[in-house]
């Protein structure tokens, strides 16, 4: 009997050292940043504008500005948890072909911008990039798309439900780090020692605006599942485009597909916005 209690406290022992290591060493598995910007836009022949964008407590972010000739929307960009904004190009670019501007920023501690990231913090630097649009760039807010790709969404998510934009893009995206964490820790109590939120499940219901979700089938880590309930959760208009690939390259794996999920949704946009226009519509 005693070598059994034995065991069984040894099991508890681990069990509780795995959850408190799991629990102090959460900032460091969510938050990935890179201080050094290595490229930006100019490597690609695009004209772009440095901006330094304030954060209601006191932060300087860096950010880029790229315009598209005879634009009808910008797109306000949330990357992921890892790298920073320099490893952003490709998107840059994308959307730069398509035909729009692009504001891409990075949060708090990543790349060139001041302080340290938090889940607040994040949610008030992207309030910060939409300010500086609004009341600097004076873009109006209904041409203004927010596009958020993983930890991205759950940002770009948040500051939908609270401002007016013409539409939301949520790519990649868990509908809770909860959720995710349950996901990657079955056999823990993750409720229990989740220090984040990050809730995007419960933003997208909030939501006035058309919502796109995008998702790989083969995303390996956050499963298909998770774009579905967001989708399911969002109200209409909505839409959902299905791609290949891996998490950080699918949308570049499944390019045309996505492209035209990006365009056919956009178009979608346009449409709706005529209809208002329309006297009795």
């Known amino acids: 009997m005693s070598i059994l209690v034995s065991i069984a406290l040894l099991i508890v022992g681990v069990y509780a050292i795995l959850g408190l290591t799991l629990y102090f060493m959460q900032p460091s598995f969510l938050y990935r940043p890179v201080r050094e910007v290595e490229y930006d836009p100019g490597d690609l022949d695009l004209p772009f504008e440095k901006v330094s964008l304030p954060t209601q407590d006191g932060l300087k972010l860096a950010a880029w500005y790229v315009p598209a000739a005879g634009a009808c929307y910008t797109i306000l960009f949330c990357h992921g948890n890892s790298g920073n904004i320099s490893h952003r190009l490709d998107t840059i670019n994308l959307w730069n072909e398509l035909g729009f501007n692009i504001l891409v920023f990075d949060y708090r501690g990543y790349g060139q ?37 993983s930890l991205g969404g759950a940002i770009a998510a948040n500051l939908a439900s609270q401002v007016e934009p013409a539409g939301l893009i949520v790519e990649s995206t868990f509908t809770s780090y909860e959720d995710l964490g349950k996901e990657f820790y079955p056999y823990l109590p993750v409720h229990w020692f989740a220090s984040f939120k990050y809730r995007t499940i419960d933003a997208v219901r909030r939501v006035g605006c058309p919502v796109l979700v995008v998702h790989s089938r083969n995303d390996e880590l956050v499963p298909l599942e998770f774009g579905r309930r967001l989708f399911e959760a969002a ?23 996505y492209r035209r999920g990006l365009l056919d949704w956009v178009g979608s946009l346009d449409q709706a916005a005529s209809r208002r226009a329309r006297p009795g519509g």
Do not use: C, M
């Open 113 to 149: 911008s001041q302080g340290k990231p938090t889940e607040e913090g994040t949610y008030r630097d992207a309030r910060a990039a939409w300010d500086w649009l609004v009341r600097d760039k004076h873009v109006r807010p209904e041409r203004i798309i927010l596009h958020g790709r």
């Open 235 to 257: 109200d209409e208009p909505k839409q959902f485009v299905e791609i290949d690939g891996r998490h950080n390259d699918g949308f570049l794996f499944s390019i045309e597909t």
